[in-house]
């Protein structure tokens, strides 16, 4: 069996950068301290105390002093069908960031209330594009007389108001596994698509599984006149991606693989498709979140295996399968700081809260807003 390599040199979180980073994906700053042991035992007493009243929520990126407590643990569309799944429960406690909150409001029963521990708990992707800048974007389609052939296709990861404005012009939501297949369904409606709001996925799905050229793709910037496009780009163009990023998956490069590859020999590199074009055609597998856990827990023993995608749950693969050597793609460790703003303290205050009648960081999409990022869902629900 193949000695696992695991004391690799890394650029410690806030002591350290990597010039070569797309921008925006720098890890500043330290992560709060571990958890005083105590909340554990005040966790398990809330939690039994709510009994059937709540259901607790825990995307793959959360800590594991976070995730010991779930009910359910998985990729953010999971999580929201489990949660309205499970109507018998009026609270939802959602250990995960905001959109992944809105989307399981949107999903469950009038009765249910979904709840954020950490209303700081946002994500960057997300955030990169705006209701009003998609409005402006969508004005520049129409004002170029592209808009008719357009249809808008939105990942998961983005806000309800992007989800509710997809919906109202006839497009999809996608997830990372799906994303093809919404794709495919949007290219039979129309001419041309305009993905929202991670650039990487759109790229790799069209090109790597498609069989679009790069030239194919165009990337509206909505911090430039125009998205810093001509009318001719904009008319030649078959998928026109939005300039947004995952700070995580962002910050890996192809000198990630080489240097991996280098390092250690037979070295299988899988990465989640949100990473940069080259990084996922320099590795050996790509795919979503769950398809990266599957794919290490069928893994040969001894193999071993260079993930690109987020640390908590690079770490936790690495501890449960000891007989594989698992490692952090890069050298520079990164964790999701908005994900790790859902610690112990926040999730014990609102079990607490719970206990004593108080529901706290409710999450509440307006009506038309989650009538129409609810079209967008059951469209993706309803691919082939």
């Not at 919404?182 to 069989?211: C, I």
Request: proline letters at 5%; a negative charge; aromatic letters at 6%.
């Amino acid at each position: 069996m193949t000695t696992p390599v695991r004391d690799l040199p890394l650029l410690l979180l806030g002591e350290g950068s990597d010039p070569a980073s797309e921008r925006g994906v720098d890890c500043p700053g330290e992560l709060p301290p571990a958890s005083d042991p105590a909340l554990v035992e005040r966790a398990r007493a809330a939690k039994a105390a709510l009994g059937d009243q709540v259901f607790v929520l825990g995307h793959h990126y959360q800590r594991d002093e976070v995730i010991q407590f779930a009910d359910v643990t998985g990729d953010s569309f999971k999580l929201a069908q489990q949660a309205a799944a499970r109507p018998e429960a009026p609270y939802i406690v959602f250990c995960g960031v905001h959109f992944m909150a809105e989307s399981a409001d949107i999903l469950t029963a009038p009765h249910q209330k979904v709840i954020l521990p950490d209303l700081g708990a946002g994500c960057s992707m997300a955030d990169m594009a705006t209701f009003d800048q998609v409005e402006e974007c969508w004005d520049v389609l129409e004002d170029a007389g592209v808009a008719g052939d357009v249809v808008p296709v939105t990942y998961m990861n983005s806000s309800a108001d992007i989800k509710g404005f997809v919906g109202r012009h006839g497009g999809v939501v996608c997830t990372s596994s799906n994303a093809k297949r919404a794709l495919d369904w949007a290219y039979s409606k129309g001419k041309k698509v305009l993905f929202l709001p991670d650039q990487h996925l759109g790229r790799n799905t069209a090109v790597l599984e498609m069989g679009f050229s790069l030239d194919d793709c165009v990337v509206y910037s909505p911090h430039r006149r125009e998205g810093g496009l001509t009318r001719d780009q904009l008319r030649d163009a078959r998928m026109i991606l939005w300039r947004g990023h995952c700070s995580v998956h962002g910050r890996f490069s192809k000198e990630s693989v080489d240097d991996v590859r280098a390092r250690v020999p037979g070295v299988n590199v899988l990465v989640h498709p949100e990473c940069r074009h080259e990084v996922v055609t320099a590795a050996d597998q790509i795919g979503s979140t769950e398809y990266i856990i599957k794919t290490i827990e069928a893994a040969e023993p001894g193999t071993s295996w260079a993930v690109g995608t987020e640390l908590n749950l690079v770490r936790r693969l690495a501890n449960a399968h000891p007989d594989k050597n698992v490692m952090f793609l890069d050298k520079t460790v990164c964790y999701c700081s908005t994900m790790n703003r859902i610690d112990l303290p926040h999730l014990v205050w609102s079990l607490e809260s719970l206990v004593r009648g108080e529901v706290e960081n409710v999450i509440t999409v307006y009506d038309d807003t989650a009538r129409n990022a609810r079209a967008a869902l059951d469209q993706m629900l309803a691919l082939p």
